[in-house]
């Protein structure tokens, strides 16, 4: 679990690290924490798997992955297990979830995959579907993005809305 | 982009030193100086390549819950519907696809209710009823890295 203190740091670091020879030091300060133990509690949070990563985020467009799609498949129940795990070790799959239909969307396994072109995209997929006899699905370019951001945990200012 | 670019973009990615001096430290596994790192990393950010640097966290570990969300919007609503939808924080992600559910995003939020009750909210003020909410009930992969 998160202490009061882990809550500060994660808001100061879900952003984007100031540009400076020692960033963790200037964010430190920013709590009156002192730079060890701020790095300190850091790596504990990366150990603990709370942070799942830390580092650089990249726009994927601009660094040659110039397409996208979200494939959404149908499985049979019995074998969402096995097709997921299958298609998790495609190096092209950057997501792989199973999530259950609803109303009248009968898809039940969602992955992205990331081609340079949208002709390489609906290739991965016909090698997914082909690898695992898969044959319904759909693939979803995003044709426009209105937002993407990444989440703010805690919020700083305890009047913003949390939700 | 050059092949110390390609070099510190795969290091800094995944492996981004958690320590006082974290440029200097790559600098010391990459051969650059800190000087260098830095320089080339405020370039790769200003080129739009290098979104941010900080953490990404498993919003399940917070206890936070999060879900993707469809919705068939008719065509004429979908500026106000994307809108009233972004307005919200815990939305960080929102795509315009190619399907009678059109509009597609994540929501993350401390608890389930608070996601089924903003969805009830966003319904109400826009008048579209048909949105979808599936949260992950299994997941098989998340990569965050990419080898450039």
Redesign the interface.
């Known amino acids: 679990m998160?202490d009061e203190q882990d809550k500060k740091i994660?808001s100061l670091?879900?952003?984007?690290?100031p540009?400076d020879?020692?960033?963790?030091?200037l964010l430190a300060k920013k709590i009156g924490m002192d730079?060890d133990e701020f790095?300190d509690r850091?790596?504990s949070?990366?150990e603990?798997?709370?942070?799942?990563?830390?580092?650089?985020?990249?726009?994927?467009q601009?660094?040659?992955?110039n397409s996208n799609a979200?494939v959404a498949w149908l499985a049979p129940d019995s074998r969402?297990?096995q097709i997921?795990?299958a298609?998790?070790r495609f190096r092209e799959?950057?997501?792989?979830?199973?999530?259950?239909p609803?109303?009248d969307?009968p898809y039940n396994l969602?992955t992205m995959i990331?081609g340079s072109n949208k002709e390489e995209c609906y290739q991965i997929a016909d090698r997914l579907s082909r690898s695992t006899d898969l044959k319904d699905y759909?693939l979803?370019?995003?044709?426009?993005?209105?937002?993407?951001?990444?989440?703010?945990?805690f919020?700083e200012k305890t009047h913003?809305?949390?939700? | 982009m050059n092949e110390t670019d390609r070099k510190i973009l795969n290091e800094i990615q995944s492996d981004f030193p958690i320590s006082s001096q974290p440029y200097h430290d790559l600098g010391r596994r990459l051969n650059l100086t800190e000087d260098e790192v830095i320089e080339a990393v405020a370039r790769l950010k200003n080129e739009g390549i290098i979104r941010r640097i900080g953490g990404n966290f498993n919003s399940a570990r917070l206890n936070f819950v999060s879900t993707l969300c469809a919705a068939k919007v008719p065509e004429d609503k979908i500026d106000m519907f994307v809108e009233v939808v972004n307005d919200y924080p815990g939305v960080t992600h929102n795509y315009l696809r190619k399907n009678p559910y059109n509009i597609w995003f994540t929501f993350i939020a401390e608890k389930m209710a608070h996601i089924d009750d903003a969805l009830k909210e966003i319904a109400e003020k826009t008048g579209v009823t048909e949105i979808l909410n599936m949260p992950a009930e299994k997941m098989f992969k998340i990569k965050v890295d990419f080898e450039v």
């Open positions: 998160v994660i670091i879900q952003g984007d690290l540009l020879p020692s960033p963790f030091a730079e790095i850091i790596k949070l990366k603990r798997g709370i942070i799942r990563r830390f580092g650089a985020t990249l726009r994927h601009e660094a040659g992955f979200m969402i297990d997921g795990k298609f998790a799959v950057s997501h792989c979830y199973h999530r259950a609803q109303r969307w969602y990331h759909e979803l370019f995003s044709e426009k993005e209105f937002k993407k951001t990444s989440m703010r945990y919020p913003e809305k949390t939700i």
